[in-house]
């Protein structure tokens, strides 16, 4: 059955620094995602791809946030400067062969553990 | 305002007891999606189940079975004799006409041999 990939599991970094986290969405999925959960807390969205560009962000997102599509099968999320609070798990997610995105169901990736010290 | 909420925080039982997990959802829009995924120990995020709001049939799936009413804006879950392997987070969720899945607070079930 296709999945959802993430990479790495876990990054540790230092406050600061720029990390980007990657995912492999299934190969068919047209709308792409990421969300974070902060550790003991809700699944809470950040941001929504589709055709090359974000489609939806949250507030969350903001400019130090950046997502890319780099080639037909990876998907990133950057982190310019990474502070405290980005500490959490991130997942990314597909849906969609054709539709509205919200139609469809999300499939989520493992995740990746991001810490933040 | 789309909201969802899980009031149960976490459930406790003993193998085999039947439990039901509660979700309240509000939206002002007629069209939309609901959803559970069970989140375990391990972390990830795993799909159990998608209803629209048009249709208010119950579904059950093996042990699982999903219970929608729009009349009080709810979507529980039961599983039915519970087994160890249920143990998990149990996350309900909601999505409108847009990209983005708005998630309860979730409830910890927690199922003791």
């Known amino acids: 059955e296709p999945e959802v990939t993430q990479t790495p599991s876990h990054q540790v970094t230092q406050m600061g620094q720029e990390v980007i986290l990657r995912c492999v969405p299934i190969s068919n999925h047209l709308y792409f995602y990421w969300y974070r959960q902060i550790l003991g807390q809700k699944v809470e969205f950040l941001v929504s791809f589709y055709n090359n560009e974000i489609s939806e962000k949250s507030e969350i997102f903001d400019d130090q946030f950046s997502v890319e599509r780099p080639d037909g099968s990876n998907f990133t999320l950057k982190i310019r400067s990474t502070k405290l609070e980005d500490s959490a798990m991130y997942f990314c997610?597909?849906?969609?062969?054709?539709?509205?995105?919200?139609?469809?169901?999300?499939?989520f990736g493992p995740g990746t553990r991001l810490t933040v010290l | 305002a789309q909201k969802v909420t899980q009031a149960q925080t976490e459930i406790s039982v003993v193998e085999k007891e039947d439990v039901t997990l509660d979700c309240v959802y509000e939206t002002r829009d007629t069209t939309y999606y609901l959803f559970w995924y069970k989140q375990p120990p391990s972390g990830e995020l795993v799909f159990l189940i998608r209803r629209n709001s048009f249709d208010e049939q119950n579904e059950i799936s093996g042990r699982y079975s999903w219970n929608f009413q729009k009349s009080t804006s709810s979507f529980n879950f039961t599983i039915t004799a519970s087994q160890v392997v249920d143990s998990a987070v149990y996350f309900c969720?909601?999505?409108?006409?847009?990209?983005?899945?708005?998630f309860g607070t979730g409830t910890r079930l927690q199922v003791f041999p």
């Open positions: 997610a597909s849906s969609g062969t054709s539709g509205r995105a919200g139609t469809d169901t999300q499939y």
């Open positions: 969720a909601l999505i409108r006409n847009t990209d983005k899945l708005i």
